[in-house]
């Protein structure tokens, strides 16, 4: 406890030193303020194109607000990750009594929890979410949540420097928010699970069903086990890649 105490407040000092760290935080809920345009884009479709966007509300919404705010916060904990490893961070926690994987997982767990929180109230930032729905997705969130270690893992151990991570950061940012939608668009149950395979799959297709009225929870259920085993495998790998 003593250790995590130390960790924490030295995250507490480095976000406000760090503006750009302080900058990404708020980026769920800048998400947020967008979908408070989406009436009024919807009704212009409606009337200039004669095109209606309301049954694609979930899938943005889900895009935004789902989705977002894991790989802002995964961007992070890789950032932060690799930066501790220039730092030689990690090499001085290998002389502590701390188990090599614990700084990881810290870090990991912080970020699931402020993703979580981040979700349920970007979504009710929007507008857009009535309350029951906002309730539903409370478990979404949590899958979510789990998302965002299992990006910002992947984008560490691919990256070998910040300036790495940074390009890795864009090719994982462009997969995030173009494949696991690809499903709400040209395919119909169950073929929608071939795309289970990508990680934020699971909280996207969660999130369509809860917002639509339908039976979300296998799909929380899933993600919430394929998210923490990957992310599980994902620690390790990080662990010893950024000994």
């Given at each position: 406890?003593?250790?995590?105490?130390?960790?924490?407040?030295n995250d507490l000092r480095t976000v406000r030193r760090d503006t750009l760290l302080g900058v990404v935080l708020v980026g769920p809920f800048l998400y947020a303020a967008t979908m408070w345009f989406l009436p009024a884009v919807t009704d212009h479709a409606?009337?200039?194109?004669?095109?209606?966007?309301?049954?694609?509300?979930?899938?943005?919404l889900s895009a935004f607000c789902v989705?977002?705010?894991?790989?802002?916060?995964?961007?992070?904990l890789a950032l932060q990750l690799l930066d501790d490893s220039d730092?030689?961070?990690?090499?001085?926690?290998?002389?502590?009594?701390?188990?090599?994987?614990?700084y990881?997982?810290?870090?990991?767990?912080?970020?699931?929890?402020?993703?979580?929180?981040?979700?349920?109230?970007?979504?009710?930032?929007?507008?857009?979410?009535?309350?029951?729905?906002?309730?539903?997705s409370v478990p979404v969130a949590l899958v979510a949540g789990l998302l965002a270690p299992v990006?910002?893992?992947?984008?560490?151990?691919?990256?070998r420097t910040k300036i790495e991570g940074l390009a890795v950061m864009r090719v994982v940012g462009l997969a995030v928010f173009t494949l696991?939608?690809?499903?709400?668009?040209?395919?119909?149950?169950?073929?929608q699970l071939a795309f289970g395979?990508?990680?934020?799959?699971?909280?996207?297709?969660?999130?369509?069903?809860?917002?639509?009225?339908?039976?979300?929870?296998?799909?929380?259920?899933?993600?919430?086990?394929?998210?923490?085993?990957l992310a599980l495998v994902l620690l390790r790998v990080v662990t010893r890649r950024l000994r």
């Open positions: 406890m003593g250790a995590i105490a130390a960790f924490a407040r409606r009337t200039q194109w004669a095109f209606d966007l309301a049954p694609y509300h979930s899938v943005i989705l977002g705010p894991p790989l802002l916060m995964g961007a992070v730092q030689h961070t990690l090499t001085a926690l290998r002389v502590t009594p701390l188990p090599p994987g614990a990881p997982t810290y870090r990991a767990t912080v970020t699931a929890v402020l993703t979580a929180v981040s979700v349920v109230a970007s979504l009710a930032l929007t507008g857009q979410v009535d309350a029951p729905t906002v309730a539903l990006l910002g893992f992947v984008m560490a151990s691919l990256g696991p939608l690809i499903p709400f668009f040209v395919l119909e149950q169950p073929w395979v990508l990680p934020p799959y699971w909280p996207a297709r969660a999130f369509w069903s809860a917002h639509d009225g339908g039976t979300y929870w296998p799909y929380v259920a899933g993600g919430l086990l394929y998210n923490g085993a």
